[in-house]
């Protein structure tokens, strides 16, 4: 069963740090591009990071030279570095996978509970 398992949340103090984790496993092989996705109780869901097969990265301004994304092919793993925590971070953070035929949380339409990071100020 194909699955991305996101993980590394939690409750952290502003200007904080923590980890997010993202595996892949089942059919989702060959990631493409892997990208990060938040969103806030009553909000909608917003972009944060993607990183490319190359290993080119884009970020939302919000995050912009605090967050750092990287990824694992072996493991098939994405990571998502936050530094430098805010309040206004405090989300589910979910990630996604392209592969030959798409994004696959995009195409399932289901995009599960993520992983909560709560900042306090």
């Known amino acids: 069963q194909a699955q991305l398992v996101e993980s590394g949340g939690g409750w952290v103090q502003a200007g904080g740090s923590l980890r997010l984790s993202c595996a892949a496993s089942g059919s989702i092989v060959n990631v493409n591009a892997w990208a990060w996705y938040r969103q806030g109780l009553g909000k909608q869901r917003e972009w944060v990071a993607t990183?490319?097969?190359?290993?080119?990265?884009d970020y939302a301004d919000s995050v912009k030279g605090r967050w750092s994304i990287s990824r694992d092919n072996a493991a098939n793993t994405v990571y998502l570095q936050m530094n430098s925590l805010k309040p206004e971070d405090t989300a589910a953070y979910h990630c996604n996978a392209q592969g030959r035929t798409g994004w696959f949380r995009t195409a399932s339409g289901s995009w599960g509970q993520g992983t909560q990071v709560t900042v306090s100020s």
């Open positions: 990183i490319t097969s190359g290993g080119s990265t």
